[in-house]
């Protein structure tokens, strides 16, 4: 059992809540993960550790209601308990020393950036770009500033920031000045887009994968993702990797096996109330 002590809403999809989870906090890094099972019935899902804070054994994550289980986490309030939390999970992301790395943060990936982008903070030059749908889906922009030496925010609709997506700036950046790393979280579509951008101008590219993920600690195989042409397991292989060699379509089609299901599920569980 996990307490809930802050839970707060970000945007009307988007909820952020600080759990208490000692001895995960005591360990995680950031780019690690916990498998969240939200009641005894529910399904396993894995989310970023957006922050956390050793002293107070509390870790932070952030998610976006996309189905049933992540719409059954968001009905939880504060002083509730999630019923299990198991982590830090994954790879710790690999920080650099003296680089200029452009963080990229899509909608609810800019939570899962932060932490790599705090850290990396300290010995190197760091420029983020942080993108949402609209003006009221964008989070966390004062954390993002307070850990960048540049910020950049897009709005797909121009409501807030510069209207368009962000590999629009990425571009220009890589135009203007010498970058040695991107590192790009958020829908798949986008980590593919990011990738695309960055290739020819021969950057090294870091993409934090989100497949299906079940047991989260290798034996399941239900993260399997291909890069460079090999299996790998996003949850202890990952789920960082070299965004120049990951099939993004394949994860992509992955992701989409279960869609009637899911649908069906979140369709129930919105009409059961
Ligand atoms: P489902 O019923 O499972 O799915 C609803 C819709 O989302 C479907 O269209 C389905 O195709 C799609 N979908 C299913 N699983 C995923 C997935 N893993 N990624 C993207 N789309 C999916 N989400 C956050 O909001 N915050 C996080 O910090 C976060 N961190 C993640 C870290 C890792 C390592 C991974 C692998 C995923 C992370 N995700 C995060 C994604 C999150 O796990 C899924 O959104 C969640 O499992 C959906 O569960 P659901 O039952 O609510 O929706
Ligand atoms: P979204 O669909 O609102 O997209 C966010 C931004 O991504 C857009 O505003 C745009 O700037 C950019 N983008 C989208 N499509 C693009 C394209 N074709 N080309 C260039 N840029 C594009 O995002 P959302 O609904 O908040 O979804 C967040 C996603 O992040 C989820 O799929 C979730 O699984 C993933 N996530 C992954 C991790 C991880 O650790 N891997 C952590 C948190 C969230
Ligand atoms: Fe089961 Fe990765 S989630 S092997």
Redesign the pocket.
Known sequence: MARILEKTELAPDIKEMVVDAPLIARKAEPGQ?VIVVVDDKGERIPL?IADFDREKGTITIVF?EIGKTTMKLGRLNAGEEIAHLTGPLGNPSEIPEDETIVFVG????T??VYPIARKAKKSNEIISII???TKD?LIWEDRMRSVSDELIV?T?DGSYGRKG???EPLKELLEEKKVDRVVA??????MK?VALTTKPYGVKTIA???PIMVDGSGMCGACRVQVGGVTKFACVDG?EFDAHEVDFDLLMKRLSTYREEEELAKKLFVEGG
């Open positions: 993960f970023t976006l899509g909608g609810v990936g939570a899962a993108g949402a749908r889906a897009t797909d997506v962000v590999t979280i958020g829908p798949a579509i986008m887009f934090s994968l989100n789920p």
